[in-house]
C-alpha cells in the first residue's frame, strides 16, 4: 500500500498530507464501523461520523486515484458477527445519503427533478428511525426467515429472535399470501420499554443500555431468544426487498398501504408530500414533533413516491438516487468535561453540573449538562478532563450520558464527593438508600432562603397571614430578610417600600407578624423546615420530650424511640440542630418574642390512642387546624376521608358528603360541643 500511495502520489501530484489524511479517514471510519454494526458500542455521536464520511468522500471525489477498494465509502456498514448464520440478500439492502440541511435538501431535489425532467415531484416521507435495520422474508404468508442489514449484501440470521417481537407477524393476514415477500423496516425499543429496561438492569446490578438503539440491537443478538422475548421490541416497515406472485401498485405510499393490509406495521406519521417546500414544512413539523413521540427518531426519509420514476433514478454505489435522510440537529455530540461544580437547590439539594467546552447540540449550543448526583458520577466513571457524549433532546436539559475512555487523557482529575454546603458551609447528609446529597443548613443557606422563609410563614407553620410568596421574593431579593429571624424586626416603612404594598397593608402585615409570635412547639417545630418533619412528626416531638431544648439535645437513638421515627428522620433532625447557624437563627427568633404554652409529657393522656377521626364543615370555635392538632395531641389519627375504618366523624356546619357517607355507614356523629367536651374530658 505504501507504494501505492507514493505512485498515486507522484502521478497526480497530491499532497502528501492528502494521502495521509484519507488514510487515517479510512481507518477512522472502519474503526467506528467495527464499534456500531459488530458490537453495538459506539464511541463517538452519528453527526461526527457523518463528518468523516463525508471528508472522505470529498478527497475521493476530488483525487478520484485516492479511492481504493477497501474504502469504507464503498460499503454500507459492517461483516456480520461470526456466531450467527450469515444471509445472503438477493437484493442488496443499501444506505441511505444525508443532508444535512434545508439546503442540501433542496440539492437533492433539484439533482432529482432535472434527471426527470420534471418541474416539481412527489415525494412519500416519514420519520427516520434510531434502530436495528432487518428484513424479513416470507414464503407463502408465512414468515421463514429474518436477517439484519449486516454489509448490505449479507447479514446475519435472527430469525428466532424476531418471531418473539409481537408487532411482527408470523403469518401474513391475507388468504392469498404472495409466493415470496420481503418486508424491510426498523426494528426498534419504545422510549419507555427502555426506560424500564434500563431500570430493571439497575436494580440487578446489570450495566445499562447507552440509548435505545443500542438496546434493540443488543437485544436481537441474543443467543438465547427467551432473553430477546423479555425485550420491549417493535418494527415498522418502510420498503420491500424480493416480491414474487401479487401486483406492486404505482407509488411507494399505495404499496405500504398494501403491506399494512398484509398486518405490517407502516408508520402512522408518514406523509405524501408535493414538492420540496412542503418536504421542508413537514421536516419542521417532526422536529418539533419528535419530543413527544414514544420512540426515538433522528431525521426525516425522503422518496420519490413512483417507482417507475425511481427506477429511471437508479442508484450510486452506496444508495439510490431517489431517496434520502434529512437528519436533524445531533442530539449526542462530543465534547471535554472541563469541570464540575456543585448547585445547591432550594429544597437544598445539591446537584452536580458539568462544565464543558462549548459544543452546538441539537441547534443549542450547550457548555452546561447535569449530572444528577454521586451515584451516576461513580456509574459513568467521570473523570475532570475526559471526552464525554452528551445527549439533548427538544427543551430537556442536557446530560452526559457516557465517557469516551479510548480517549481518556493521562491527567483526569477524579470528582471527590463533598462533604460540606458549597453556599453556606453547613455539614451534608445522604441517607441510606437515597441518591441526593442534601445541605443541612436550612434556616440560614442562603440558596434555600426564599423556600425556608415561604414555609416557615404558612398557614400549618407560624400563619403569618399576608406574607405570600412575592412579598418574601422581594424582600430577599431587597435584602431586608436573610433568615425567619428578621422578619420580626421588619417596619411599617420597610414593608410599605414594596411593590404592590401600601400603607394599611404594611400596617396589617406587621400586626400579622407580631400575631405569629404566639404559637405552638409543635407549629414551631414544623416551621423549622427540618426535612421529613411534617405535622405529625412535630407533634409527637412536642408531647414526646415536652421543651425544645429537650428535641436539640436528643441522640440519634433517643429519636427513634419517638412513635413514628425511624432512622433517616432521626438523622435529618439531628443534623439540622447540629449547625450552628440553625441554632444561632432559632435563639435570634426565640429573642424577638416567640413563646409557646408548656405541653405535657404525659404518657398517660393518650385516650383517643388508635382512634380515627375526620372532620366536616365549619365549626365556630375551633378552626379545623385545631381541632386536628388537639385529637392528635391525645393520641388520635385525623383522616381526610371516610371509610369503614372511621371511628369518629366531626360536623360543623354545612357539613356534605362526608356526613352522608358517615350515615350510611354508621359511623358516630359529634358536633362541636361533643367534641369539645371530649376534648375537655
Known sequence: MPGFRQEVMTRMKIPEATCKRAAELRDQINYHNTRYYTFDSPEIPDIDYDRLLREL?????????????????????????????????????????????????????????????????????????DGLAVSLRYEKGILV??????????????????????????????????????????????????????????????????????????????????????????MICYGSGV????????????????????????????????????????????????IKLPYEIDGVVYKVNRFREQERLGFISRAPRWAIASKFPAQEVMTKLLGVDFQVGRTGAVTPVARLEPVEVAGVVVSNATLHNMDEIERL???????????????????IVRVVKSRRPVDTIKIETLVRCPVCGSDLVKPD???????????????????????????????????????????????LVQNPSELYTLSEEQLASLERMGEKSAAKLVKAIEKS??????????????????????????????????IIQATEQDLEEVEDIGPVVAENITCFFKQAHNREVIESLLSSGI????????????????????????????????????????????????????????????????????????????DEKELLGLLNA
Open 57 to 129: 468522500q470529498e478527497l475521493e471525489v476530488k483525487y478520484p486515484e485516492l479511492l481504493t477498494v477497501d474504502s469504507p465509502t464503498q460499503r454500507v456498514g459492517a461483516e456480520p458477527l461470526d456466531i450467527f448464520e450469515q444471509v445472503k440478500h438477493e437484493i442488496p439492502m443499501l444506505s441511505l445519503g444525508n443532508a444535512l440541511d434545508a439546503g442540501e435538501l433542496r440539492d437533492f431535489d433539484q439533482r432529482v427533478r432535472d434527471r426527470l425532467g420534471l418541474a416539481e415531484v412527489t415525494y412519500a416521507a416519514e420519520p427516520k428511525l
Open 145 to 234: 426467515r429474518a436477517a439484519t442489514r449486516g454489509d448490505g449484501s449479507s447479514g446475519e440470521n435472527i430469525t428466532r429472535n424476531v418471531r418473539t417481537i409481537n408487532t411482527i407477524p408470523l403469518k401474513l393476514t391475507t388468504d392469498e399470501p404472495p409466493d415470496v415477500l420481503e418486508v424491510r423496516g426498523e426494528v426498534f425499543m419504545p422510549l419507555k420499554g427502555f426506560a424500564n429496561l434500563n431500570e430493571r438492569a439497575l436494580k440487578a446490578g446489570v450495566k445499562p443500555f447507552a440509548n435505545p438503539r443500542n438496546a434493540a440491537a443488543g437485544s436481537l443478538r441474543q443467543l438465547d431468544p427467551k432473553v430477546t422475548a423479555t425485550r420491549p421490541l417493535e
Open 243 to 290: 416480491v414474487e406472485g401479487i401486483d406492486v401498485p404505482d407509488t411507494y405510499s399505495d404499496w405500504l398501504d398494501i403491506l399494512h393490509g398484509l398486518g405490517v406495521c407502516i408508520s402512522p406519521e408518514r406523509a405524501v408530500l408535493e414538492g420540496v417546500d412542503a418536504c421542508v414544512e413537514y421536516f419542521s413539523a417532526m422536529e418539533n414533533k419528535r
Open 381 to 399: 466513571d467521570i473523570r475532570v478532563g475526559d471526552f464525554v457524549i452528551i445527549h439533548r433532546a427538544g427543551d430537556v436539559i442536557p446530560k
Open 433 to 479: 438508600g437515597q441518591t441526593i446529597i442534601r445541605c443541612t443548613g436550612g434556616l440560614y443557606c442562603e440558596a434555600q432562603r426564599k423556600e425556608a422563609l415561604k414555609h416557615f410563614a404558612s398557614r400549618k407553620a407560624m400563619d403569618i397571614d399576608g406574607l405570600g410568596d412575592k412579598i418574601i421574593e422581594q424582600l430577599v431579593d431587597k435584602g
Open 517 to 550: 409570635r404566639q404559637t405552638t412547639l409543635p407549629r414551631f417545630l414544623y416551621a423549622l423546615g427540618i426535612r421529613e418533619v411534617g405535622e405529625a412528626t412535630a407533634l409527637a416531638l412536642a408531647i414526646h420530650y415536652g421543651s425544645l431544648d429537650a
Open 595 to 670: 413563646t409557646w404554652p408548656g405541653i405535657s409529657t404525659d404518657k398517660q393522656d393518650r385516650r383517643l390512642n388508635g382512634k380515627t377521626f375526620v372532620l366536616t364543615g365549619t365549626m365556630e370555635r375551633l378552626n379545623r387546624t385545631e381541632a386536628k392538632e388537639a385529637l392528635q395531641a391525645l393520641g388520635a389519627k385525623v383522616s381526610g376521608s371516610v371509610s369503614a375504618k372511621t371511628d369518629f366523624v366531626v360536623a360543623g356546619e354545612k357539613a356534605g358528603s362526608k356526613l352522608e357517607k358517615a350515615r350510611s355507614l354508621g359511623i358516630k356523629i359529634l
